[in-house]
């Protein structure tokens, strides 16, 4: 079993749609989570942290569910420019004791106009 | 700000062959990473530095990778001989402190017939 597991998608939304991804952790000692976002041919970067309590940042809304170790990301009112693949990313601390990130395959969307 | 540079950004080679990858870190970061992407199987972390110091290479595939970190500015990852399925894309990330954001650099595509 994966450490983290995605939806691969692809999911087609049109603009203005709200999408839902979901992430699964195998790690319950994990400890912190992360959505990253990858665009085409591009690097991954930080999109958002997760918190226990949930957390939000204009459009997007992040979910954590340490019981089911369960992550989520809804994006409201979807954007062209929202058309990337996005990464769920879970920590686990190495024999060094420093944090490393494991990341999903990802889940690629694409907002059609 | 300069941001993770990473050289090539492409390379192509024949199986065989010797390919060096280079990564200049965030200047004042103190861990640097070297991952590798693949449609197969996302994005693995190889190996991880904590103060030019290789901290954790459980995820170098084989003897045949090496990488070094002779001092805070630069690292190299190493493939001696070089095969197809080396294919990929080969990121290269650094971080400030245990708990900082981690950047990636832009990628070396490296493509091995």
């Known amino acids: 079993r994966k450490e983290v597991e995605q939806d691969p998608g692809p999911f087609n939304v049109p603009e203005g749609a709200t999408v839902a991804f979901n992430c699964t952790y195998s790690?319950?000692?994990?400890?912190?989570f992360f959505w990253y976002r990858q665009d085409c041919r591009k690097e991954p970067k930080l999109l958002m942290s997760v918190y226990s309590s949930g957390n939000e940042d204009g459009r997007f809304t992040a979910q954590l569910n340490r019981a089911s170790q369960y992550i989520s990301l809804l994006i409201r009112d979807s954007k062209l420019s929202d058309s990337a693949t996005y990464l769920c990313?879970?920590?686990?601390?190495?024999?060094?004791?420093?944090?490393?990130?494991?990341f999903g395959s990802g889940t690629q969307l694409t907002v059609l106009p | 700000d300069a941001g993770v540079i990473q050289s090539p950004r492409h390379e192509v080679t024949e199986m065989g062959q010797e390919v060096t990858l280079r990564c200049k870190p965030i200047?004042?970061?103190?861990?640097l990473f070297w991952y590798r992407q693949t449609m197969m199987r996302g994005l693995e972390l190889l190996i991880y530095f904590n103060n030019n110091v290789p901290i954790d290479d459980s995820g170098m595939p084989e003897d045949r990778f090496s990488a070094k970190m002779p001092n805070a500015s630069f690292s190299t990852l190493k493939i001696q001989p070089s095969e197809p399925r080396d294919s990929a894309v080969y990121f290269c990330?650094?971080?400030?402190?245990?708990?900082?954001?981690?950047?990636f650099g832009p990628g070396t595509r490296l493509t091995v017939t």
């Open positions: 990313v879970v920590n686990k601390f190495s024999s060094g004791s420093a944090r490393q990130l494991t």
């Open positions: 990330a650094s971080r400030a402190g245990r708990l900082g954001e981690q950047y």
């Open positions: 200047s004042g970061h103190d861990y």
């Open positions: 790690n319950s000692a994990s400890q912190s």
